[in-house]
């Protein structure tokens, strides 16, 4: 075992080859761990940039090998400051992941006067609880993966009446899709303020595939009523991060409001998996928060059952309190 520097903390982008070693350091925490440590946005932010730089916390071994990573994005003036980190499997247990929590804390104090954090905890391992909850964080939110066989039975993909379904058009769909998004999840802390930008970095990655971006229209005048967004982890043919069998993934599903309790949400649930199947996929994925009953009642009925769980810690304290000692 060989020891660690501090952490230093980098307000600018990553390198191209620290990338690679943050990719790679990921990469060895997930096949140990089941659960990969970095969501979505993270890796997309890593690897094309964000529209404000992030802050990049790291720790080297004394032969220089990334042995921690964290990365903050510190730009949700509503909800605060959000950390994901991650600790090389060789370098657990001596304090690393707490000094990463430590520095992001810091950093967070020079521009929020509340201090205020949230860490998410990919998996939900009893380490990273416990390590949250020693720091003064209170678990706030829940994200659950659901998973499904494809080889069960699906129904077939009844659209309501007057309703059609057709693939996404790249360049042609983009604003109707942002708007229709921004209606679907009017309430969602995430989804809902999703940009053009946002839409066209995700149609940029190598698994984006817009016969499987099914979307719902009106037949009449061919207004976006919802979407089934699905995903393809570990594409036979394309290179991935993923070291497993194929699996597919409702990436995101939405309805119009306006088209609430006609049935279409079930109707492409359906669709997209009956579509995944006819890839010759045999099983499917989705993430929803716990506390969205609706979308897991959902989802239970479609056949899905919880497999694993993310969890948001949201940090108590303020600085002020800090200072006077109340967190060890």
Do not use: C
Request: hydrophobic residues 40%; negative net charge; charged residues 25%.
């Amino acid at each position: 075992m060989t020891s660690v520097h501090p952490v230093a903390a980098r307000t600018d982008q990553l390198a191209l080859e620290e990338v690679a070693e943050v990719l790679a350091l990921a990469q060895a925490a997930g096949d140990t761990d089941g659960a990969y440590p970095l969501s979505e946005h993270v890796v997309l932010h890593l690897r094309h940039g964000g529209d404000v730089p992030a802050v990049h916390l790291l720790a080297r071994d004394r032969d220089g090998a990334l042995a921690g990573y964290a990365h903050l994005d510190t730009t949700d003036e509503v909800e605060g400051a959000s950390a994901e980190l991650v600790v090389h499997p060789l370098h657990r247990r001596h304090g690393l992941g707490r000094a990463l929590v430590r520095a992001a804390m810091e950093v967070t104090e020079q521009s929020d006067p509340r201090g205020r954090l949230r860490l998410w905890a990919h998996g939900d391992h009893p380490s990273a609880g416990a390590l949250a909850l020693g720091l003064g964080f209170e678990r706030a939110r829940v994200l659950l993966q659901m998973r499904r066989s494809l080889f069960a039975p699906l129904p077939e993909a009844r659209l309501p009446d007057g309703m059609a379904l057709r693939a996404f058009r790249p360049g042609v769909d983009d604003e109707a899709w942002v708007a229709l998004n921004a209606r679907a999840f009017a309430g969602h802390p995430d989804q809902g303020r999703w940009t053009p930008h946002d839409l066209h970095l995700r149609m940029a990655e190598p698994w984006f595939d817009p016969d499987g971006f099914l979307l719902a229209v009106d037949e009449r005048d061919g207004r976006l009523l919802g979407f089934h967004w699905t995903k393809v982890h570990g594409d036979l043919g394309h290179h991935q991060e993923h070291q497993h069998e194929p699996i597919g993934e409702v990436y995101v599903l939405g309805v119009d409001p306006a088209a609430h309790g006609t049935g279409l949400g079930s109707a492409l649930t359906t669709a997209g998996l009956r579509y995944l199947r006819g890839r010759g996929l045999d099983q499917a994925m989705l993430y929803v928060d716990e506390s969205n009953v609706r979308a897991v009642a959902l989802y239970t009925r479609s056949g899905f059952a919880r497999w694993s769980t993310d969890v948001s810690y949201r940090r108590l304290f303020t600085r002020s309190r800090q200072r006077q000692g109340d967190i060890a």
